[in-house]
Nanobody, 116 residues
Framework: QAQLVESGGGSVQAGGSLRLSCAAS?????????MGWYRQAPGKQRELVAE???????TYAGSIQGRFTISRDSAKNAVDLQMSSLKLEDTAVYYC?????????WGQGTQVTVSS
């Protein structure tokens, strides 16, 4: 049906920046679903980082403190997560997700590693 593919992960020093992208195989899902980024560190539960609705309203986790920005890239049927001022505690596997209210989809995840 629909597939989400993440890219842009990698290693960066604390204080640096990375831009993650989540490409949706379905235009319908991209246009009408609420899409978001979650992350999971080893031994910890998966947590919400940011969400963006079909109307482009956004929600962020309190721990982000204005450092991340989620946005839609219509040219690529993608949702991006611009991350700046990265901290050691941001290290995790980042997962893209989409929800229509009836169905839910998950990407395979991309690793983000922040070093001192």
């Amino acid at each position: 049906q629909a597939q989400l593919v993440e890219s842009g992960g990698g290693s960066v020093q604390a204080g640096g920046s990375l831009r993650l992208s989540c490409a949706a195989s379905s235009t319908f899902i991209f246009r009408f679903a609420t899409m978001g980024w979650y992350r999971q560190a080893p031994g910890k539960q998966r947590e919400l980082v940011a969400e963006i609705t079909s109307g482009d309203s956004t929600t962020y986790a309190g721990s982000i403190q204005g450092r991340f920005t989620i946005s839609r890239d219509s040219a690529k049927n993608a949702v991006d997560l611009q991350m700046s001022s990265l901290k050691l505690e941001d290290t995790a596997v980042y997962y893209c997700a989409a929800s229509t209210g009836l169905r839910h989809y998950w990407g395979q995840g991309t690793q983000v590693t922040v070093s001192s």
